[in-house]
Antibody, heavy 117, light 113 residues
């Protein structure tokens, strides 16, 4: 059982919306913060934002106008939507758990999302 | 935003030798009320997600070999691998979690000489 598992389309057309879901296994999504991070091919890590199980969010200023995160406690899942994507949004997208004191302590395996027509 | 700058960008070290990676933040990530620096280190091997090594600048995550050590406070931090093993080949990242947005260093690629 994989503790964190990303799912969603691997290919998205330019100008459309990227949608990913992270399923949390082996523990409750409650009382935790959860995060999305991305990594363009061959490049470094970029923090997208985080969501608390209550739905409270905090997004990176550089993506704030296009990002929405949500949480479904009944399914133990949280989600990412990124609108108006371009080729620059092509990346491996990771979901992650934030430890009680703020650092990321567990990562999903990541899923590659390619933006291309 | 706090800018995290790592040095060097890449590093080649012989097996059994010491590897040192630096991370500098553009402003202090030390929280005065608890005297903790909000700085973590991650290891990312090829094709894998990052793995937490160090948090609070110097606290080793459970299960991480004791050859990995973190030091520093405020704005200047160091990750030291005391005796490099073949399995330590990876890219290493620092992360500040002092404030939003969280920011990562650009990464340091560690190879065997």
């Amino acid at each position: 059982q994989v503790p964190l598992q990303e799912s969603g389309p691997g290919l998205v057309k330019p100008s459309e919306t990227l949608s990913l879901t992270c399923t949390v296994s082996g523990g409750s999504i409650s009382s935790r913060y959860w995060s999305w991070i991305r990594q363009p091919p061959g490049k470094g890590l970029e923090w997208i934002g985080y969501i608390y199980y209550t739905g409270k969010t905090n997004y990176s200023p550089s993506l704030r106008s296009r990002v929405t995160m949500s949480v479904d406690t009944s399914k133990n899942q949280f989600s990412l939507k990124l609108t108006s994507v371009t080729a620059a949004d092509t990346a491996v997208y990771y979901c992650a758990r934030i430890g009680g004191t703020g650092y990321i302590d567990l990562w999903g395996r990541g899923t590659l999302v390619t933006v291309s027509s | 935003d706090i800018v995290m700058t790592q040095s060097p960008d890449s590093l080649a070290v012989s097996l059994g030798e010491r590897a040192t990676i630096n991370c500098k933040s553009s402003q202090s990530v030390l929280y005065s009320s608890n005297n903790k620096s909000y700085l973590a280190w991650y290891q990312q091997k090829a094709g894998q997600p990052p793995k937490l090594l160090i948090y609070w600048a110097s606290t080793r995550e459970s299960g991480v070999p004791d050859r990995f050590n973190g030091s520093g406070s405020g704005t200047d931090f160091t990750l030291t691998i005391s005796s490099l093993q073949a399995e330590d080949v990876a890219v290493y990242y620092c992360l500040q979690y002092y404030t939003n947005p969280r920011t990562f260093g650009q990464g340091t690629k560690l190879e065997i000489k």
